[in-house]
């Protein structure tokens, strides 16, 4: 959601540039603000720290079965979905808005938005400090074995990172970043973070995720792949109507429960779930970014609805195809 924060109001100026009315929905006109919203959640699932959801389903594998997923690890299939995603969600809109029948003047939105300022010293210093944040997560499990068990964690590095841009000066006479920005993070997605963690270690502690995982059991009799479709289907038709971290919370622990009473490899099942979990696209409310991009006013509901039901069914099987390919060749 925080991407398509920053990226719509650009939108809206790059729309606003080329000479459209602020009533015009058709075209590049929905399809711009549409193909942010998707491609921002899209774009989520590539990195664990992409969107809560990912590290609230992480967080319920690893208290539900003990599943552990690094950094490395969910990008290592996270990536996969985004490349073949965001280009799949693209050519979709395209058609269901009838871009090429809509001319677009380029020139005219790029000499509105066109800013020639150089990147400055606090840019610079902040690239290095991501850059090196991105780098030790992703050698995490390369180094952790020389350092003292259980101190080297994604938390840790992230924690580091976090002190660094309130320690290191931005070469104005402050520093990277100052309480009063960091005060206006949202905290509220921590303690939805809690709260899952909660509600998945209620459901283990009381027997429901386990009850509910039995129930699923006369799926021991399908193929496991196609019990991978039928969880995953499960899954974005529930996130379509629920929100992500609402999905994740009461879902992951169901399907881990599954996992156990299957036996079976948690990646091939669980993975997918908490992949599917960012995976809802045909309503404003499935999504935090499609919220952000209806608010525009420039999409039509059906419009949404029709590309959000293709790139749905579509991702049902992508998501499973991508994870379970990766998962035989690693």
């Known amino acids: 959601a925080s991407t398509a924060l920053i990226m719509m109001p650009m ?19 929905g399809a711009l603000p549409m193909g942010i919203a998707f491609a921002a959640s899209i774009g989520g699932l590539g990195t664990l720290v992409g969107s809560p959801t990912n590290a609230i389903a992480v967080g319920l594998l690893d208290t539900m079965i003990g599943a552990q997923i690094s950094f490395a690890q969910w990008t290592l299939y996270g990536l996969p979905i985004v490349f073949i995603g965001v280009p799949l969600a693209a050519v979709i809109i395209s058609k ?13 939105a790029r000499e509105a938005i066109v800013d020639d300022t150089p990147m400055g010293t606090p840019e610079r210093r902040l690239m290095v400090v991501v850059a090196i944040t991105f780098l030790a997560w992703m050698t995490r499990l390369l180094v952790a074995p020389f350092l003292p068990e259980g101190s080297w964690t994604d938390g840790t590095i992230a924690i580091i990172a976090s002190l660094a841009l309130f320690l290191i000066p931005d070469g104005t006479g402050r520093s990277l ?7 206006r993070a949202p905290w509220g997605v921590i303690m939805m ?3 899952g963690l909660a509600l998945a270690a209620g459901m283990g502690a009381s027997g429901l995720a386990e009850w509910l ?21 499960m899954v974005v038709l529930i996130t379509e109507f ?10 992951i622990p169901v399907v881990a429960a599954l996992v156990v009473a ?39 509901i059906e419009r949404m609805v029709k ?5 749905d069914l579509v991702g049902i099987f992508m998501i499973v195809a991508v994870v379970w390919g990766t998962a035989a060749l690693v």
């Open 11 to 29: 939108a809206m100026a790059v729309l606003a540039g080329a000479g459209l009315a602020a009533e015009e929905r058709e075209g590049l006109a």
């Open 96 to 108: 269901v808005q009838h871009v090429s029948a809509h001319p677009f003047d380029v020139e005219a």
């Open 177 to 183: 970043l100052v309480w009063k920005e960091a005060d």
């Open 193 to 195: 973070f809690g709260g």
């Open 213 to 233: 995982g039995n129930a699923l059991l006369p799926l021991e009799a399908w193929p496991l792949f196609l019990v991978a479709i039928a969880v995953v289907a």
């Open 242 to 251: 629920a929100s992500n971290v609402a999905t994740a919370s009461a879902i």
């Open 262 to 300: 299957l036996g079976v490899d948690p990646v091939l099942l669980a993975m997918p779930a908490a992949l599917a979990a960012s995976w809802g696209f045909m309503l404003p409310a499935g999504t935090g970014p499609n919220a952000i991009a209806w608010s525009t006013g420039r999409i039509r």
């Open 307 to 311: 590309a959000g039901i293709l790139l």
